[in-house]
C-alpha cells in the first residue's frame, strides 16, 4: 500500500482536546483521521450527521428515549467492525 501525507491546520486546543480522546481509545492521531478517511470512502459520504441547528452539540438530546431504554432491541450491522478490521495490519 502506498501512502501519502496531508498537512492540515487546525486550532491548538481543539488538536489537544481530540489527541486526548483519541488516546483513551487507544489510537493516534494519524489513526483516528486515517479511521474517519476510510469511512468516508466506505460511506460515499461524510460519516456523521452535519446540522445547522443549534444547541445540537449533545447526541444524547436529539434520543427521544432516556440512555440504555432500547438495550437488547437494537441490532448491530454485521459489518460494525470492519473499518477497524482495515486497521488491525496498520497497527501491528
Known amino acids: 500500500m502506498s501512502t501519502t501525507n496531508i498537512n492540515i491546520r487546525t486550532d491548538s486546543e481543539i488538536k489537544a482536546r481530540a489527541q ?5 481509545l487507544g489510537l493516534d492521531m494519524t489513526t483516528a483521521v486515517n479511521l474517519f478517511l476510510r469511512q468516508t470512502v466506505r460511506m460515499n459520504d461524510i460519516p456523521f450527521v452535519l446540522t445547522t441547528k443549534a444547541n445540537q ?3 444524547a438530546d436529539k434520543l427521544p428515549f432516556g440512555r440504555g431504554c432500547m438495550k437488547g432491541k437494537i441490532q448491530m450491522a454485521e459489518d460494525f467492525d470492519a473499518p477497524l478490521e482495515d486497521f488491525k495490519e496498520y497497527m501491528e
Do not use: R
Open 20 to 24: 486526548q480522546i483519541f488516546s483513551t
Open 57 to 59: 452539540s449533545n447526541h
